[in-house]
């Protein structure tokens, strides 16, 4: 089953599908705002710098709901997940 079909499964009305799309398009901008923000500068102890600074900043984030969900640092991850250093992602750790 894919994500949008968990998604469309899981909802019961079109407000649930309008939260999902607003949630994905954060997501998508933290991605990408995150990036932009580490490649930015040509320095590349600026830019180790900057990454190491949004790591510090996501990862409380990332542990605080995995945790609630039984997953994440020490609870481990669900089936198809890979923890890497302490987040759960569909990929080996590179």
């Keep these: 089953m894919t994500e949008m079909e968990t998604v469309t499964e899981d909802s019961s009305s079109g ?9 994905r398009t954060v997501l998508d901008g933290m991605e990408i705002t ?4 580490c490649l930015k500068d040509k ?12 790591e510090q900043a996501l990862m ?13 640092p020490g609870a481990g991850c669900p089936d198809g ?6 987040c759960c992602v569909p990929y080996p750790c590179p």
């Excluded at 995150?34 to 923000?37: F, N, P, Q, T, V």
């Excluded at 409380?60 to 994440?72: A, E, L, R």
């Design 15 to 23: 407000d649930f599908l309008k939260a999902y799309a607003r949630l």
């Design 34 to 37: 995150s990036l932009r923000y």
């Design 43 to 54: 320095d590349e102890a600026k830019r180790i710098a900057r990454a190491e600074e949004l």
């Design 60 to 72: 409380p984030i990332i542990v605080k709901y995995q945790t609630s969900m039984g997953s994440g």
């Design 81 to 86: 997940y890979f923890d890497c250093n302490g």
